[in-house]
């Protein structure tokens, strides 16, 4: 190992075990500096080896993983950052150290880097350029009703795309975490746990499962299966969550809302940091893999998610006529309830109640 390789090693190490120093080795630091002597030095110096060697045995010992054998660096490339999720793991990743770097399409701005992930050149640009050691692949056609309408294109996006994302990473050795959705399962037969036998509905549901064999093809990879999202909008319209508050507001106009599927409001910030838990694990950790869920734990019709969101605001509710027959338009499970338990079994995570979040989400449109 070379001189700057150990250096990388070690910077890592502090960052990953978020390595605070004892109070000895502050004072001894400052007795250093404020003497200018050497033995002052040579005593914090010593200070310092002695606990950093310490946690990197106790992290050997924790993960199994050797110290030469460590991820270094806490690069990460997110695709769809403009979009509804990946703002959040945007966040989520710049608060807590990493260098991040957000792509997007129509919407790159704000520091976000334009990329058409449809064209092989600009994908493979990407990660050459940053070399990250993770990339999160939000980016997606993931509106069940448009890829009806424009199947072809919504297939060079959902799986194409991905194909050339995973090409791009297979030459570096870059672990990529595809974000999928549990409109990949047929929701007859609920909770559904990671190796449960995916069966999709509609062409969306169908073509997120081709991302996602695309993406398990590739040993270095994870797959995270998410349901309904809603967080920060650009506009109401940008969540069919949040989209709920215009028939609220369409009071005293009778307004029909779905109340056959069952649905699991899930906090975008709470899908961050697990996003987040994935990475952080998977650098300390290269074989942790696989595929994963996570989910809200409040289970909800789209009837009494506007129900609670009027009640939350104080708006009239009496005009949402509840609707106990299937949606229209492509076809949704009835409930693909994600079994989000393996990743709770590690500690990860956290779920807002849909009352917390969507108040969180909703104040600056009833400020
Ligand atoms: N939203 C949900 O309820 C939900 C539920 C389950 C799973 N998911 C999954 O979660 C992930 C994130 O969904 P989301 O709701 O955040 O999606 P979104 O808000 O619709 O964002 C889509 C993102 O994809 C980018 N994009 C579109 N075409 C592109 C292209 N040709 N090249 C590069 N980027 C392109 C968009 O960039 P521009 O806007 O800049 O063009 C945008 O950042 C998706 O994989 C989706 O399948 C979402």
């Not at 969540?239 to 975008?268: D, F």
């Not at 779920?351 to 108040?359: A, D, H, L, M």
Request: aromatic share 8%.
């Amino acid at each position: 190992m070379t001189l700057s390789d150990s250096a990388e090693h070690i910077c890592c190490l502090i960052s990953h075990l978020e390595l605070c120093m004892s109070c000895r080795t502050h004072n001894l630091a400052e007795q250093a500096e404020s003497t200018h002597d050497q033995s002052s030095c040579v005593k914090w110096i010593d200070a310092i080896n002695f606990k950093l060697f310490t946690d990197i045995r106790v992290h050997s010992a924790l993960t199994g993983v050797s110290f030469g054998k460590m991820s270094v660096k806490r690069v990460v490339v997110v695709t769809g950052a403009s979009g509804l999720l990946g703002r959040a793991v945007k966040a989520e990743f710049d608060k807590a150290g990493w260098t991040c770097v957000g792509t997007a399409f129509s919407r790159a701005q704000d520091g976000l880097e334009k990329v058409d992930l449809t064209e092989r050149d600009q994908v493979e640009a990407l990660i050459s350029k940053h070399n990250p050691s993770i990339v999160v692949h939000s980016a997606a056609e993931r509106r069940p009703d448009v890829v009806d309408k424009r199947p072809r294109e919504a297939e060079v996006m959902n799986v194409t795309a991905t194909q050339y994302l995973v090409d791009a990473c297979a030459k570096q050795n870059v672990f990529v975490l595809y974000i999928s959705t549990d409109y990949v399962f047929d929701g007859k037969a609920p909770p559904y746990k990671p190796t449960c036998q995916p069966n999709p509905l509609n062409a969306y549901g169908r073509l997120k499962r081709e991302g996602e064999k695309v993406v398990l093809k590739y040993p270095n990879s994870g797959v995270l299966r998410v349901p309904i999202l809603y967080g920060q909008v650009e506009q109401l319209a940008e969540s069919s969550v949040t989209a709920l508050v215009e028939g609220v507001r369409r009071h005293p106009e009778p307004v029909r809302m779905s109340n056959y599927e069952l649905r699991y409001p899930t906090y975008c910030p709470d899908v961050a940091m697990v996003i987040r838990q994935i990475s952080e694990r998977h650098l300390s950790d290269p074989t942790f893999t696989g595929v994963w869920h996570w989910s809200g734990a409040d289970c909800m019709t789209k009837f009494a998610m506007a129900t609670a969101i009027a009640e939350l605001f104080s708006l009239p509710h009496e005009h949402l006529c509840a609707d106990d027959t299937p949606s229209s338009g492509a076809t949704r499970p009835h409930d693909a309830h994600l079994d989000c338990t393996e990743l709770q079994s590690l500690g990860f995570g956290n779920q807002t109640s849909f009352r917390e979040g969507i108040k969180a989400a909703l104040q600056p449109y009833f400020s």
